[in-house]
């Protein structure tokens, strides 16, 4: 079961303690995206006590560098980033009220402490799909950092942006859990060589 989200523009604590690991979700409302060097931008304005040009607070971060828009598209190919580049930056975003970040590829260790520590979520948006995903964005516009071209803070309005919960805000994690599950799979037994069967005389 696909469950929907409303993120308008923030998510719901609700939401994000409802889900877990595993869920599909697909969401409706806004996104802000970020990479490596908008992050950067953030981070040194937050630890200065500057103020942002864009509220974090209950927001969903969509690691992305969106390509131009080709005539009568609202926005070229926009598939995920490996969230993996942004780890650094998380626990400083999810302070500052970030309640989900929006990426692709693995995460393990330390950084799963900061989502149960802020109740965050990681979702997965499927990579090499990012044709397929423009879709589903109906409105980008740049909130900041014009100057940074792709890496500029969009807000992208989206709907039925489809993705999967991998870490949830009690720390459980799609990929450990996954791979658990697998192991615990009885594996089929090599075939045996011939003339091994009982009976076969050399």
């Known amino acids: 079961m696909v469950i929907q989200l409303e993120c308008r523009p923030g998510l719901s604590e609700e939401d994000v303690l409802r889900l877990k690991a ?3 979700v697909e969401i409706t409302g806004e996104l802000l995206t970020v990479r490596d060097a908008t992050a950067q931008r953030l981070a ?3 630890r200065s006590g500057a103020s942002l040009p864009v509220d974090l607070r209950g927001r969903v971060l969509y690691a992305v560098g969106p390509s131009p828009a080709r005539p009568g598209y609202v926005v070229g190919s926009a598939g995920p980033t ?3 580049r942004l780890v650094s ?3 400083l975003f999810f302070r500052e009220g970030v309640r989900a970040i929006i990426g692709k590829g693995e995460l393990h260790g330390e ?3 900061a989502f149960v520590t802020h109740k ?3 979702l997965a948006a ?3 799909l990012g044709a397929l995903l423009a879709k589903q964005v109906t409105a980008a516009e740049v909130v900041a950092f014009p100057e940074l071209g792709p890496e500029a803070v969009f807000r992208f309005t989206v709907v039925n942006f489809p993705a999967v919960v991998v870490i949830d805000a009690f720390g459980r994690n799609l990929h450990e859990t996954a791979r658990q599950a ?5 594996q089929p037994s090599p075939p045996a060589a011939p003339g091994a069967s009982a009976g076969v005389r050399g």
């Open 89 to 91: 930056f998380l626990p």
């Open 120 to 122: 965050a979520l990681y």
């Open 44 to 46: 040194d304005l937050l």
């Open 82 to 84: 490996t969230t993996e």
């Open 182 to 186: 697998w192991r615990r799979i009885p």
């Open 126 to 128: 499927i990579g090499g």
């Open 111 to 113: 950084i799963v402490d």
């Open 22 to 24: 595993g869920d599909s």
